[in-house]
């Protein structure tokens, strides 16, 4: 099966992005590992499908695959990714796009200085539909972890982060902690664990380990997940810059019950063709 797709990244979180609606697309998670080995393959973090809409007043229904070859809910450099790839692949005009994601309806929206704007929809709190295991919902809850006693905020952007402040980034032990927060017992699905050190009240720096993808260069949903950790906890002010180690990201928050908006840029590296066994 030969298939075309474009490399893309959002801050250098990279993505194979896979038009499913002019091709057809027969994606199995031994070939999504394939896709995404940065060896054998093509190499991503995530793969991303565009395919039909499956319910009305929607444009597009987008797919998430994690390099693992696990499908996951939401993504949100994917997202900002996907707005471009369709309207550089012709599928809309529209600069404004609702797409169905597994996690619910986010909008999308291509801004005049080539940006891309996502509303990413309200933060979750509530243990059970993050998941997270937890009689209590309090905005700063404990998690141990080998031995040591961490004070995170649980939150779901449409998939589950679990964020902790650090005092210095560049020190933080994301590569040894990052896999066990990932896979706690307390986080039924795992979870993405994000790494924050609060520069002022309106810019932090954030390292995230991504759950079935490992540390990446930038995260969306960490990005925004970080945000409302901080906003909530009496820590940042709307709206806040995100330093990645791969760019930066605007995210803004009015407050509990509000949608999440995040700004960002969008780059399309090459498009190939590649034969699939």
């Keep these: 099966m030969k298939i075309r797709f474009s490399k893309m990244h959002g801050l250098g979180n990279d993505f194979v992005?896979?038009?499913?609606?002019?091709?057809?697309?027969?994606?199995?998670?031994?070939?999504?590992?394939?896709?995404?080995?940065?060896?054998?393959?093509?190499?991503?973090?995530?793969l991303l499908l565009v395919e039909p809409a499956q319910q009305a007043g929607v444009d597009f229904r987008y797919r998430i695959f994690n390099a693992d070859g696990s499908e996951v809910e939401q993504c949100g450099n994917g997202?900002?990714?996907?707005?471009?790839?369709?309207?550089?692949?012709?599928?809309?005009?529209?600069?404004?796009?609702?797409?169905?994601?597994?996690?619910?309806?986010?909008?999308?929206?291509?801004e005049?200085?080539?940006?891309v704007t996502v509303n990413m929809?309200?933060?979750?709190?509530?243990?059970?539909?993050?998941?997270?295991?937890?009689?209590?919902?309090?905005?700063?809850?404990?998690?141990?972890?080998?031995?040591?006693?961490?004070?995170?905020?649980?939150?779901?952007?449409?998939n589950p982060h679990a964020v902790q402040v650090v005092a210095d980034i560049d020190k933080a032990p994301v590569a040894q902690m990052g896999p066990l927060i990932e896979s706690h017992p307390r986080?039924?699905?795992?979870?993405?664990?994000?790494?924050?050190?609060?520069?002022?009240?309106?810019?932090?720096?954030?390292?995230?380990?991504?759950?079935?993808?490992?540390?990446?260069?930038?995260c969306g949903t960490g990005a925004c997940a970080a945000v409302v950790a901080g906003i909530v906890r009496n820590l940042l002010e709307s709206p806040v810059r995100v330093a990645t180690?791969?760019?930066e990201l605007n995210i803004?928050?009015?407050?509990?019950?509000?949608?999440?908006?995040?700004?960002?840029?969008?780059?399309?590296?090459?498009?190939?063709d590649i034969h699939l066994e």
């Design 121 to 158: 929809g309200v933060p979750v709190f509530e243990p059970a539909r993050i998941p997270f295991e937890s009689a209590s919902d309090a905005r700063v809850q404990p998690l141990d972890v080998a031995g040591a006693r961490l004070a995170i905020t649980a939150v779901s952007m449409g």
């Design 245 to 247: 180690r791969g760019g």
């Design 79 to 110: 997202a900002r990714c996907f707005v471009r790839f369709v309207r550089e692949q012709g599928l809309t005009d529209k600069r404004e796009i609702r797409v169905e994601t597994k996690s619910g309806v986010i909008t999308l929206r291509c």
């Design 252 to 272: 803004a928050w009015a407050g509990e019950g509000e949608p999440v908006f995040m700004t960002g840029p969008a780059v399309t590296v090459f498009e190939a």
């Design 187 to 218: 986080f039924p699905a795992r979870v993405n664990a994000g790494f924050m050190q609060v520069v002022d009240a309106h810019h932090i720096r954030l390292r995230v380990y991504e759950r079935g993808a490992g540390e990446t260069l930038a």
């Design 17 to 46: 992005v896979i038009d499913g609606i002019g091709q057809q697309v027969d994606l199995t998670p031994e070939r999504v590992r394939f896709l995404a080995d940065r060896h054998f393959g093509v190499g991503c973090d995530q």
């Design 112 to 115: 005049d200085d080539d940006t």
